[in-house]
């Protein structure tokens, strides 16, 4: 089974600086990937996913995120981010069937 | 226009007691999920339901079950709660569909063990 992991457990930005999110997958083959996001209070919810195709993903927000197959990564990035951009985000692969496997999440704390 | 409605919001129960989880979904989708996260943890899939199969994950303990009387609910019973079960509860719910899952979650239960 694959498997996801997010080497940065919390980051530290002020507003406009440029945000990048490592996430690295354990599996060679055929590969989805998501970045889910779970602001203050609220539920997680989907930011971007990656099946096939181009491997610059954009989603909501403003975030992208670049699959790159020879280095098993899908980093999020957004170049500038707001301080609502303050949230927890988390990588995630299909774990299973019906399943998704979540990385261990980091935190992102934008200052004013 | 809440899709998955997880109630309560904050459940407190005590160390042993029995205690359920409840979780229902407008979406009128196949599955339904239950997670487990801890603080700065990953979501922990505890077990899941197609339509009414039941599919339980190798190392979820015997402590909880769950049910699925409908498509619209499912329950997380938790039946003698220890201090280390203390975490938020996650609902989701999906479609099956072809190159991975998309999941809607609800907004959580947090359990409290006294």
């Known amino acids: 089974a694959q498997s996801v992991s997010q080497h940065n457990h919390h980051v530290i930005l002020s507003e406009a600086a440029s945000l990048e999110l490592g996430c690295n997958y354990s599996?060679?083959?055929?590969?989805?990937l998501f970045w889910y996001v779970q602001y203050p209070g609220q539920h997680l919810q989907l930011l971007l996913k990656?099946?096939?195709?181009?491997?610059l993903v954009k989603g909501i927000k403003g975030f992208e995120a670049e699959f790159i197959k020879s280095k098993f990564s899908f980093n999020l990035r957004k170049p500038s981010v707001q301080w609502s951009d303050t949230a927890e985000y988390f990588c995630?692969?299909?774990?299973?069937?019906?399943?998704?496997?979540f990385g261990s999440g980091t935190q992102l704390t934008v200052l004013p | 226009d809440a899709m998955v409605i997880q109630n309560p919001r904050y459940q407190v129960t005590q160390f042993g007691k029995p205690v359920t989880l409840s979780c229902s979904q407008t979406?009128?989708?196949?599955?339904m999920y239950w997670y487990q996260q801890k603080s700065s943890q990953a979501p922990k899939l505890l077990f899941h339901?197609?339509?009414?199969?039941?599919?339980n994950e190798a190392d979820t303990p015997d402590n909880f079950q769950s049910r699925r009387p409908n498509t619209s609910f499912c329950f997380l019973d938790i039946r003698s709660p220890g201090l280390g079960d203390a975490a938020m509860y996650l609902c989701?719910?999906?479609?099956?569909?072809?190159?991975?899952?998309?999941?809607?979650f609800g907004s959580g239960t947090q359990l409290s063990v006294l």
């Open positions: 989701a719910t999906s479609i099956p569909g072809a190159g991975g899952e998309k999941l809607f």
């Open positions: 599996y060679g083959g055929t590969v989805n």
């Open positions: 990656y099946f096939s195709g181009d491997p």
């Open positions: 995630a692969v299909p774990g299973g069937t019906r399943q998704l496997t």
């Open positions: 979406l009128n989708h196949n599955v």
């Open positions: 339901y197609y339509d009414k199969d039941f599919n």
